[in-house]
């Protein structure tokens, strides 16, 4: 599987909002938005491995921490539910500039109830799993125990939840109790998978009985047997991802798989991270765009020079397999490492544009080619002259007429 890609996205009160993109090995045939449970993040082990199984099953799952938590921006004291249902719809609005939107949302216990509270608000979902949810967004005030009383009369107060101290204040508790979660349930209109375990200690079961009378069909629920509210059994993370994937099947049609959703040409768009990531969108198939930490990027994906190395090995390996193919050469696994430079074209000695005279520095491309099999100088040198036909070898040699307008207008 693909290693998570690292992006960033701007949350609702603009604070920079820390995320994971868990892809699968080919194009996702969905994609998936996942909500940690309260304090916890994006990286907590149940998310990771929900995310981890889900694209294994082809769904590729954002999960990102929310305003003040984990690794985003901002101060967690100044948030509260409906920043973070706020922050679940700037996620969605990510997605769909730069890879597709969201047509399953996924929350973990308060991530639940705020996906619940947020489905309504975003178009292409169409499906909603909660796991170990509450029914109520008050629920998760029951953590604070007598600290309730010192947020009632000193405005806010100093809280230990998992091992770890935050703050909480008056809007925090007052934001809390001004939602009526049942009625947007009701109101969704969203197939609905309700996740919980019966011996769940943090949140009980009741909350699922609640919530799943609240929804209208299509519904379904599912028993976690034995699992903890965390879910920190490895194979229940991943027994959930299952379920999960198997149940939102059914309601992803063919106009809501994301390969049919592909661009036409190639469309390079920012994300809003850093300073120079882009998403590359090309086909059914999105990958980033940036620039090393060195020149001022997050080297969250290949720069644009890279891109023209990798279009030129790949070009490069592919030419060589075609030919190998067609002559039925053993040359194993084909590889082609390319090296660019600037150089001086008057001290390029081994390249053709020194030899027509031309000045200045000069792009200069290096491959070098392996093969699993053996090679005799024979077969080296045509290696050698069949790498020089591949189509973007040429296209780089030659001159090209590029046109460039702006939407709305032609450039001057």
């Known amino acids: 599987m693909p290693a998570p890609q690292r992006i960033s996205f701007p ?69 509260n539910f409906s920043s973070n249902v706020a922050d679940l719809i700037s996620a969605a609005d990510y997605m769909r500039a730069n890879f597709a939107a969201p047509s399953i949302l996924i929350g973990h216990s308060l991530g639940g109830a705020a996906v619940l509270a947020a489905a309504g608000d975003i178009a292409e979902v169409k499906a909603v799993a909660t796991i170990g949810a ?25 809280v230990t939840l998992g091992g770890r101290p935050f703050t909480i204040k008056r809007q925090f508790i007052e934001d809390a109790g001004g939602h009526d979660l049942a009625a947007r349930i009701g109101a969704m209109k969203r197939a609905l998978l309700v996740l919980h375990s019966p011996t769940d ?18 519904k379904s629920f599912v028993s976690l047997d034995n699992a903890d509210h965390l879910l920190t059994r490895a194979e229940d993370a991943a027994y959930a991802a299952r379920v999960i994937s198997a149940w939102a099947a059914r309601f992803l049609s063919a106009q809501n798989v994301v390969a ?13 991270a850093g300073k120079f990531q882009n998403s590359v969108r090309s086909g059914t198939h999105v990958i980033l765009a940036d620039e090393p930490k060195s020149a001022g990027g997050l080297d969250s994906g290949p720069s644009p020079y890279d891109f ?18 067609r002559k039925k050469l053993g040359l194993g696994r084909i590889s082609v490492e390319v090296r660019h430079g600037k150089v001086d074209a008057a001290h390029c000695e081994d390249c053709e544009a020194a030899a027509e005279g031309r000045e200045g520095r000069i792009d200069r491309f290096e491959r070098i080619i392996s093969v699993d099999g053996e090679l005799d100088d024979a077969l080296r040198d045509k290696l050698v002259e069949i790498a020089g036909k591949c189509p973007v070898h040429r296209t780089l040699e030659a001159s090209s007429a590029i046109v460039t307008r702006v939407a709305g207008g032609v450039a001057d």
């Open 11 to 79: 949350g609702a009160n603009g604070h920079e909002l820390a995320a994971r993109l868990d892809l699968p090995e080919g194009a996702p045939r969905a994609y998936a938005l996942f909500a940690h449970c309260f304090t916890c993040s994006k990286d907590l082990a149940a998310a990771r491995r929900i995310a981890q199984g889900l694209a294994e099953e082809g769904i590729g799952v954002l999960r990102f921490d929310f305003t003040g938590l984990g690794h985003s921006d901002g101060e967690f004291a100044n948030t």
């Open 260 to 272: 049919d959703q592909g661009v036409e040409n190639v469309v390079v768009t920012e994300t809003g």
């Open 201 to 218: 200690e943090i949140v009980g079961i009741k909350n699922a009985s609640a919530i799943f009378t609240a929804a209208k069909h299509p």
């Open 134 to 158: 509450p029914s109520d967004v008050g629920h998760v005030l029951h953590q604070f125990g007598s600290s309730l009383d010192e947020v009632a009369a000193e405005g806010e107060a100093h």
């Open 308 to 325: 023209l190395s990798i279009a030129l090995g790949a070009c490069t390996s592919m030419t060589l397999r075609m030919y190998a193919d």
